[in-house]
């Protein structure tokens, strides 16, 4: 057996091992806003209820082990008190995992994933319209665990407002857990299906996705693709360029007999192959080919 003394570790290292020992984790879609009122959305998988009567969530926005710096969030809820906990679904958890790329301060994470900003009824921070449990929290306190690369914060908040989607529910009225299909997190870039097991989820790039705020409309209003194939395409850094997607084409005698048939769905379809085995680079220049 191997053994070891957390110290004698290195912070990624301990990191790793933790976060592969103590999983399934399920994801607080954390909501927040800044000072001046600006939106953040970021997933956390440090996160589970502790109490139901008085309800409470706890999410840890753990400092980067890389630099040692904080997150939004974490400065969000220092600075308003307040925050939204939406689950993740299958249905978003590729949008969820985008939205969890460092942009600059002030980028909406809401339009860089795609998702809807629905208002709140007792708070600030925004819910997302696509989660199907939303919770409207107050944030009752932060309890820093330390000042090192990868120490956690704890929020502990309390739930002021719930609102469930119809659609998850059982004749009870009670949610359906093979209805709301929830997904959790565990270590490296795997996830679980509560109702179907393991799937794994390419991590955002450590530059900048696009963001599905920057996929042409012929695409996002494409009946082909959901969200979680808009999440991939807006995972990728760059564009191809018109000669990697002349290369591309050339090689690919599959690609050239769908794009001659000139129809959309079909190439769309295709694209869609290539999604479904993580290859959202080629999905791309199967998508732009006929720009």
């Not at 103590?22 to 607080?28: D, H």
């Not at 900048?208 to 807006?234: E, H, T, Y």
């Amino acid at each position: 057996m191997l053994s070891f003394e957390p110290h004698t570790l290195s912070p990624a290292q301990l990191q790793g091992y933790l976060q592969s020992a103590v999983a399934p984790r399920p994801i607080a879609f954390a909501s927040t806003i800044d000072k001046n009122g600006k939106p953040n959305l970021s997933p956390f998988s440090f996160f589970n209820v502790f109490s139901s009567n008085p309800p409470i969530l706890v999410f840890s926005p753990a400092r980067r082990v890389r630099n040692n710096t904080i997150k939004h969030t974490l400065e969000n809820c220092e600075a308003t008190k307040e925050v939204v906990i939406n689950v993740v679904n299958y249905a978003i958890v590729q949008q969820a995992s985008l939205s969890s790329t460092e942009y600059p301060d002030g980028v909406n994470e809401f339009l860089k994933s795609g998702l809807t900003m629905l208002p709140s009824d007792m708070v600030k921070p925004y819910r997302v319209a696509e989660s199907p449990v939303q919770m409207e929290c107050k944030v009752n306190e932060i309890i820093a665990l330390g000042n090192q690369g990868g120490a956690g914060n704890l929020i502990i908040c309390e739930v002021i407002k719930i609102h469930i989607h119809e659609n998850i529910l059982d004749d009870k009225n009670m949610i359906d857990q093979s209805k709301i299909d929830l997904v959790s997190r565990l270590g490296g870039n795997w996830y679980s299906r509560s109702n179907q097991g393991l799937f794994e989820v390419e991590k955002p790039i450590t530059t900048l996705g696009i963001g599905v705020d920057m996929i042409p409309d012929f695409v996002k209003k494409s009946p082909v693709f959901d969200g979680n194939d808009l999440g991939k395409l807006g995972n990728v850094e760059a564009l191809p360029t018109q000669e990697e997607i002349t290369i591309f084409v050339k090689q690919n005698f599959a690609v050239k007999g769908v794009l001659s048939s000139d129809d959309a769905m079909k190439i769309h379809q295709k694209a869609k192959e290539y999604l479904n085995n993580n290859e959202a680079l080629s999905a791309w220049k199967v998508l732009l080919a006929k720009q």
